[in-house]
């Protein structure tokens, strides 16, 4: 089991294994977010959750079933998107292509290495930003992504 650092979701540390009281703290965490804990949203839940990481929709697939070959492609979609909109995980749309699905929901910001195709991820207090232009009227800001993108020197 991976033991990496949590720091940003510590809801997160304790759902990390297979076991009946680790798949009970994901259920918790489902609910806490406002999704029911069906037994296949608890599956992506702990492939997700696992660690800290950032997975594309196939990888969670082919995770999800390696533990049980019954899950479909739009569930595991479906599943992704939910949590996406209830702030469980983060999507970074590296490119039109290449949606990531972010395991740490909290604010931070990413390199890329576009010739491996890692993404690592950059605390949040070490990009200071300056000018940016006003929001447009009636809007707030719903936050700041920013992608580095990098390549091996030549
Ligand atoms: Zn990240």
């Known amino acids: 089991m991976n033991t990496g650092p949590l720091k940003h979701n510590p809801a997160v540390a304790d759902a990390a294994a297979v076991s009946p009281c680790k798949r009970e703290a994901l259920a918790v965490m489902l609910r806490a977010h406002g999704v029911l804990p069906t037994h296949q949203r608890l599956e992506i839940a702990q492939v997700m959750f696992e660690r800290e990481q950032h ?7 082919a995770r999800v079933n390696v533990l049980n070959a019954e899950t479909s492609k739009a569930t595991v979609y479906n599943t992704l998107r939910l949590f996406v909109e209830k702030r469980l995980i ?38 200071r930003l300056q000018g940016l232009p006003p929001l447009p009227e009636g809007m707030v800001a719903d936050g700041v992504d920013i992608i580095i993108r990098t390549r091996p020197r030549d």
């Open 90 to 127: 983060r999507e970074l749309i590296v490119d039109p292509c290449k949606v990531f699905y972010d395991s740490n929901a909290g604010d931070h910001h990413h390199f890329y290495d576009v010739s491996s195709g890692l993404l690592t991820d950059i605390p949040a207090d070490q990009v």
């Open 55 to 61: 997975l594309s929709a196939d990888q969670v697939l």
